[in-house]
């Protein structure tokens, strides 16, 4: 009498603590039991779940999967065996070998150039930003402090820097064409979700508004009523970039418990510690960042902490498509959040000013606050109020 093995017995899908639906798929004629990994899909569980007791065959190749993706298939192939052999490990792996199916020809490319983005718009503009960043940071490490948005060496601002941010809102923006995004998070790897995406959007967009808000003060020479305005823009940009982020976890967060880092997930065999250690330094660093939007000094510091908000979003995507592991995503991404500092670390040496070291230290005790429950609006509004009103008597904005 025959019965059914699904799954091989050397494969556990990685991290897949809970079954919410059966999914059993049809694939070239044979059958995979994917309940048990459903939740890990990249693609989402529902994709999974529109294709339950179906034929997925032509959904299947016309994503383009990856080879991995193809080998991990046969993982979950459904295998008549003999009654018997239940117990012989080494007979259903070769029967689940024989099931696999080979991906064709330059798999990676479909992977790369989805059907999502037909004009390669997203893609241009990615290539843009990243030659900018390289080329901006290139000038804060060893160039002017400004990285060309400021005084350019005396001669004055640059329109054309402002101009240059323009493909990095594109980018971000255009990530919306990717419906293939997922709502709800996938468990076990850190691949981009719908509500991660939102906040990428929403961060980079502030950023932008404070870099061009700095440049602005610059620009009309620190002008009482300009500067004023450039605090106020700047301000305000943080508080409507809170809010929003907050209006985008109500409508696409899933589950109540969940955050985009602290519930992040990390390799196998990262220790509790280490994640402890990842998770602060994370949220450290977001205080940071938007305690350099609401500066309004030097307009490269608000242009620097983007790198990292649009950065982890073509890292987890490099991850939803088999480019990139969970651990290269965090040493890749911590490498982007000290990029920032050094950036700052260069200001103190050069000028000796104390306002770096300050500005570490209220962003330290501003997290603090927050890690005892204090609403974070109740945090910022104030500090931004001081910022319009009296942050300029004890700051040199004029240092860059």
């Known amino acids: 009498m025959g019965v059914e093995y699904r799954g091989r017995f050397d494969r556990v899908a990685a991290n897949n603590t809970r079954v919410d639906f059966e999914c059993v798929i049809k694939i070239d004629g044979q059958r995979y039991d994917l309940s048990s990994w459903a939740n890990a899909h990249p693609g989402g569980a529902e994709v999974l779940r529109k294709y339950n007791g179906l034929d997925a065959t032509k959904a299947f190749e016309r994503v383009g999967h990856s080879p991995d993706a193809y080998r991990l298939l046969s993982s ?15 007979e259903v792996n070769d029967k689940a070998d024989k099931l696999t199916i ?8 479909k992977k790369l150039f989805t059907p999502e983005d037909p004009q390669h718009f997203h893609k241009t503009c990615g290539i843009f930003v990243l030659v900018h960043y390289i080329w901006r940071f290139y000038q804060m490490y060893f160039g002017e402090m400004t990285a060309g948005f400021g005084s350019r060496g005396g001669q004055g601002t640059s329109y054309l820097a402002i101009l240059c941010l323009i493909p990095h809102a594109l980018l971000s923006l255009s990530s919306l064409i990717f419906h293939s995004v997922p709502k709800e998070r996938v468990v076990g790897l850190p691949m981009i979700w719908q509500e991660f995406r939102m906040h990428s959007i929403i961060f980079a967009l502030r950023s932008l508004v404070a870099t061009v808000a700095s440049w602005m003060s610059i620009h009309f020479n620190h002008d009482p009523l300009v500067r004023k305005l450039a605090l106020v823009v700047s301000g305000v940009s943080v508080l409507v970039a809170n809010y929003f982020a907050d209006e985008a976890t109500r409508k696409l967060r899933p589950s109540e418990p969940e955050s985009t880092t602290a519930t992040m997930p990390y390799w196998p065999g990262c220790s509790v510690a280490t994640q402890k250690r990842f998770k602060y330094f994370y949220a450290y660093s977001q205080f940071l960042a938007t305690m350099a939007c609401i500066a309004v000094t030097n307009p490269a510091y608000p242009f620097a902490v983007m790198l990292p908000i649009q950065l982890a979003a073509f890292l987890m995507t490099m991850v939803r498509k088999g480019f990139l592991s969970s651990k290269g995503y965090h040493m890749i991404y911590t490498a982007s959040l000290v990029m920032p500092f050094l950036v700052v670390a260069r200001r103190y040496f ?7 070291p300050k500005m570490l230290l209220a962003g330290w005790l501003l997290y603090r606050l927050r890690c005892t429950g204090i609403n974070k609006y109740y945090i910022w509004v104030p500090v931004i109020i001081y910022r319009v009103l009296l942050g300029d008597k004890f700051t040199k904005f004029d240092m860059y």
Do not use: H, M
């Open 350 to 356: 050069i000028t000796g000013s104390l306002d770096a």
């Open 76 to 90: 979950f192939a459904i295998i008549d065996i003999k009654e018997k052999s239940r117990d012989n490990v080494q």
């Open 102 to 109: 080979k991906p064709p020809p330059n798999a990676w490319k």
